[in-house]
């Protein structure tokens, strides 16, 4: 009897299954479709978290290189004031012309070779700390890229004479004085070279 039971349960259940397999299959494949969905929802939301943090920390770091960048303001370098003051005082014809000084004039006064060499070093650790990112760039170029420009150039025969008994001896800072005298002359802010070769020769 009990034999008899199973038997008829079985078949009931076969007949349910053959009569309703269409419904099952929509409902397996409709599972398998939702857990799919899940795991991609799962893996784009962890996607968007970590970008989230990625561009978090990464305007952070913008941040404080930037803050980093104005605590490096010439104004609150005195000796860099004094230093600069000192040559512009001794040598006011050249720079009121915008003549580069050669290097017999400043070597033959020696706190001018001081104040130039001062002037060079402290450009140096700036144009180091550009190229390794310690500092921003578009800050730095914005407080001081014109007075960089003009400062380098007055003082560029003596750092090429420099450079004849060391040719690494600013090299980080006359790539940057390139790069940002392309700069500054894409936005007119300085004349092109060959008015420059007309006013000093």
């Known amino acids: 009897m009990e034999d008899n039971q199973i038997s008829i349960f079985a078949a009931e259940f076969g007949a349910f299954v053959r009569e309703h397999s269409l ?9 398998q479709l939702l857990v799919g969905i899940g795991i991609v929802s799962s893996a784009w939301i962890a996607y968007q978290t970590f970008q989230a943090s990625r561009n978090e920390f990464r305007a952070a770091r913008i941040a404080a290189k930037k803050e ?4 490096y303001s010439l104004t609150r370098n005195r000796r860099y004031q004094e230093a600069r003051e000192f040559l512009e005082k001794t040598y006011e014809s050249a720079f009121r012309d915008n003549s580069p000084l ?3 004039q400043i070597q033959s006064n020696e706190q001018a070779y001081l104040s130039a060499k001062y002037l060079l070093s402290h450009w140096e650790v700036m144009a180091i700390s550009l190229e390794n990112e310690i500092i921003d760039n578009d800050t730095a170029y914005e407080m001081v890229g014109l007075t960089f420009y003009k400062t380098v150039g007055m003082l560029r025969h003596f750092i090429e004479e420099m450079q004849r008994n060391n040719d690494r001896r600013y090299t980080t800072l006359m790539k940057l004085y390139a790069t940002w005298e392309d700069d500054l002359r894409k936005q007119g802010a300085v004349p092109p070279r060959d008015q420059i070769r007309r ?3």
């Open 23 to 31: 419904e099952l299959d929509l409902g397996i494949r409709s599972l």
């Open 199 to 201: 006013e000093q020769y």
């Open 68 to 71: 980093k960048t104005l605590e």
């Open 102 to 104: 050669n290097y017999g």
